[in-house]
């Protein structure tokens, strides 16, 4: 009964943490699944270490206990009858009438070890009976008449080496049943200590439960400072996203007009070298072209000379004079800067143009996009203060509804009942012990039994080995060894006597134990004992599972022993393992749809306005068309280009003077070669002090290539300027129409976003909440300890030590058996007989040193007729 009261306990006080009024039963929804927002650190719930360990570890007596199990699954090798028990218990024993063939069948190895150890209880002590009558008629072995034989000593020597491990054995039988003896007293003085502990556990869980649920309700704290601060960081965080959106369409427009207003610039730089790069070109080609100019004038006067044309001329002159004057065409300047027209009208069109800063018109309008932000936040003030006093009324109203729940009055109960039920434990040890002490007398009387036989073997063995002499004949042995033989049949008489009481406690116990563990702790290792308990309609008739009907009267649930005892085993919460919900269903309670809807109402209702943002304002447009009207492209590109590509000369000039020289050479002595030769040194003075400059100069060269680049630059610039402006303008337009009139859109999913994250924070802490409640809050670890601790005390404890002794003591009663047979045998060789034989059996020849009838010496104390050497 105490046995069985400890296996119910933990479910009593399991049912006891239900509150008496569960309420109306909610049915739980799954939440809407949102967006993972950021990660929220809410801790490790506070948890207190249980100190039960509700593991076994028997030491040196469990190899023991590994041959008993071992010997039972060879008496009792059948599965468990599962079937079988849960059709005798819904029947009340009932069903054993037509199903008593299947009990025997499984019962079959108990009931014949039974059987024989019956057999063995009830015919050793009658045999004794007959034996002990028999030998009073000097039969069996009664008589003490011994007939000598040579291999005398090989006998006694065979039969007590025999005897003494006939005695080994039955030595280590009584040791076992010893050890398991003082195991079952030692484990018993633990008893208090494991239930004690299991208590100290159950107070444990009573004290830790509140603050771990307050623990749960103060981390909502934790959701609120995050929520608060996306909160008060809306601008940054809602209107930067806006922002960010939109920077992607506005950004790539407000870039064109910024890359426009470089441009201007660019232009009106590129125009002022073209205009300087023209002027000093204008300036030095002027020189040249009046130089040469002059020098061709000058050229021709001379060769107007009467000794190029008179008739008394050499004609060799005339031709090379000829010859000169058509070559001068080409003494002129190559590059005539001076044809080309000034810009001087586009670039005032572009210094008006640049009196307009772009630039920074382009930055007020990056200024208004940067400011979405703030915007934001001044938009959504009132919004924003709105969600912050929902959301501390959430916290009022979670904190409210927690302290409506009865937990404390719960766990007040709860903590009443163990108490109570402490007390009533504790009410029973003294009788534990009292009945323990009984039981460890009587079993130590048992071992008595057996050690007396051992103390009589051992003795005789002694005294017999010691008082041997191999020259004394059976009827002259010494009191030593006659003392051995009696010890042995003393042994003999105790063997007889106490077999039969010991067989009968050795074949109840083997009965009882071996079922407790075949039926019972086996079954309870391997979950099969719950598999009954569980049973549809086992319990109670009108239940499928009974916890859940008594519990909650809803036996369709899915609680079972093996469910509650597994959860409770990985040490998960409370509310998990037994199904709280059906009282307090949080995610009813905490549900996110429900829960959150005016947060999600008060944070849909934001309404943004961007219209504020202007990206370009009108001056600036103005700017840009002014800037696709100055003229650019009237500029002949063409003619300065070409220009810019002559030489500085049509002819190289050195050359020319070269040419010149070799044909003034030609000529005769005479003025008019003078005059030439004064024309070759001038052109060659215009070479060194104008060509060359002009060539290599670094003002000229920077000039040209300055005049060459600008151009190409204004002719880039000016390629279909009117389009690209419009483009660009146009651009600008489509971004402002964006945020003005099409934004909509975009503002309305950011703030979904925005708003999914704020209620994912409240998703996080329900999904916390709810996790915490199933594996961290209230973990019922002690509730399967106990089970496990009263699985000890019964099976370790009790079982494995009483089922330890029967086999230490049935080993030893069987082995007295052969014990007996050999100490008789034996005893014959250590006691002094009455008469004796001179022969061995296959001797037929006398002594010859005795005469055939000396009875006085060889017989001296038997009445039997002489021996004949004919007989």
Not at 172 to 198: D, E, H, M, P
Not at 808 to 814: H, I, P
Not at 836 to 850: C, F
């Amino acid at each position: 009964m105490w046995t069985s009261g400890m296996l119910m306990l933990p479910l009593l006080m399991l049912m006891l943490l239900v509150p008496s009024a569960s309420g109306e039963l909610q049915q739980e929804t799954e939440p809407r699944r949102l967006p993972p927002p950021g990660k929220l650190d809410f801790g490790y719930v506070p948890a207190g270490v249980y100190e039960t360990l509700a593991h076994y570890e028997p030491g040196p007596i469990g190899i023991l206990f590994h041959m008993l199990h071992t010997f039972l699954c060879v008496v009792q090798p059948n599965a468990f009858p599962h079937e079988l028990i849960v059709k005798l218990a819904k029947d009340k024993f009932g069903a054993i009438q037509t199903e008593y063939q299947k009990a025997i069948y499984y019962e079959i190895g108990f009931l014949v070890c039974a059987a024989v150890g019956l057999l063995f209880a009830v015919l050793l002590p009658i045999v004794g009976l007959f034996f002990c009558m028999c030998r009073c008629c000097d039969n069996c072995g009664g008589e003490m008449h011994q007939r000598q034989r040579k291999n005398a000593d090989c006998q006694r020597g065979l039969l007590g080496t025999l005897l003494f491990s006939t005695s080994l054995v039955i030595t280590i039988g009584v040791l076992c049943a010893y050890a398991a003896n003082q195991n079952l007293s030692s484990q018993v003085k633990n008893i208090r200590r494991l239930v004690n502990s299991n208590m100290r556990d159950l107070h444990t869980f009573v004290n830790d439960t509140p603050l771990q649920i307050d623990y749960l309700i103060s981390q909502y704290t934790t959701a609120k400072k995050k929520v608060n601060y996306d909160l008060n960081n809306i601008g940054p965080l809602l209107g930067g996203r806006i922002h960010e959106q939109l920077d992607k369409e506005v950004h790539p427009a407000l870039d064109r007009v910024l890359n426009m207003a470089g441009a201007m610039r660019e232009t009106k730089e590129a125009l002022e070298n073209v205009s300087v790069s023209l002027e000093v070109l204008q300036v030095g080609t002027g020189k040249l072209n009046f130089n040469l100019s002059l020098v061709r004038t000058n050229i021709n006067r001379t060769l107007n000379d009467p000794g190029c044309h008179d008739e008394e001329s050499d004609a060799t002159t005339a031709q090379l004079c000829h010859n000169i004057r058509q070559s001068l065409s080409q003494l002129q300047i190559g590059a005539n800067f001076t044809r080309l027209p000034k810009v001087n009208p586009q670039l005032d069109k572009m210094s008006n143009v640049l009196k307009t800063d772009l630039s920074t018109v382009v930055q007020k309008g990056y200024a208004s996009l940067n400011d979405t932000p703030h915007m934001v936040t001044d938009q959504t003030r009132n919004v924003v203060e709105s969600v912050q006093n929902l959301v501390d009324g959430i916290g009022n109203n979670i904190t409210s509804f927690s302290k409506a729940f009865p937990v404390q009055k719960s766990l007040s109960d709860f903590t009443i009942s163990i108490n109570h039920a402490h007390a009533k434990i504790e009410d029973y040890y003294p009788e534990i012990d009292k009945m323990d002490f009984y039981r460890w007398i009587g079993c130590i009387a048992l071992c008595c039994m057996v050690v007396l036989v051992l103390a009589f073997n051992y003795l005789g063995l002694l005294c017999g080995t010691l008082g041997y002499d191999k020259h004394a004949s059976p009827t002259t042995r010494g009191c030593i060894s006659n003392t051995g033989g009696t010890m042995l049949m003393a042994g003999v008489g105790f063997s007889f006597i106490f077999s039969g009481v010991q067989m009968i406690v050795v074949t109840t116990l083997f009965l009882v134990g071996g079922n407790m563990e075949k039926l019972v702790c086996e079954p309870y290792h391997t979950k099969e004992l719950f598999k009954v308990i569980d049973t549809p309609y086992m319990v109670n008739s009108e239940w499928k599972n009974f916890i859940p009907g008594y519990i909650y009267n809803d036996s369709e649930m899915d609680l079972t022993v093996d469910s509650l005892y597994s959860t409770c085993k990985e040490n998960k919460g409370i509310y998990s393992a037994m199904r709280l919900d059906k009282v307090f269903n949080i995610s009813s309670f905490l549900n996110t749809t429900v829960f959150t809807k005016d947060v999600v109402g008060q944070l849909n209702s934001v309404k943004i306005d961007l219209r504020g943002i202007i990206l370009l304002e009108s001056e600036g447009k103005q700017n840009l068309q002014d800037f696709s009207d100055a003229g650019l492209s009237e500029i002949n590109y063409a003619d300065y280009l070409e220009e810019v590509n002559k030489g500085v000369t049509m002819v190289d000039l050195l050359a020319f003077a070269r040419e010149l020289e070799a044909q003034t050479d030609l000529m005769p002595r005479s003025p008019l070669q003078t005059a030439l030769k004064g024309h070759i040194g001038t052109l060659r003075q215009i070479h060194s002090q104008q060509i060359i400059p002009m060539e290599q100069a670094t003002k000229y060269v920077r000039a040209r290539g300055a005049l060459n680049q600008s151009m190409r630059f204004l002719e880039r610039t000016a390629s279909d300027l009117p389009n690209k402006v419009l483009e660009v303008l146009d651009a600008v337009d489509t971004a402002q129409n964006l945020i003005s009139r099409n934004a909509t859109y975009l503002i309305n999913r950011e703030t979904g976003k925005y708003t999914a994250t704020i209620v994912g924070y409240f998703h996080q802490y329900i999904e916390w909440v709810k996790t915490s409640l199933a594996l961290e809050v209230a973990p019922c670890k002690p509730f399967s300890n106990m089970l496990d601790t009263a699985e000890i005390i019964t099976c370790s404890f009790l079982v494995d030590s009483m089922n330890a002794f029967w086999m230490g003591l049935g080993c030893s009663t069987l082995f007295l058996l052969p014990s007996i047979i050999l100490a008789v045998k034996l005893a014959k060789f250590y006691r002094r007989m009455d008469t004796e034989d001179v022969y061995d059996d296959n001797d037929t020849v006398p002594m010859k040193t005795i005469p055939s009838y000396d009875t006085v010496n060889r017989f001296p104390r038997a009445s039997a007729p002489p021996r004949h050497i004919d007989w």
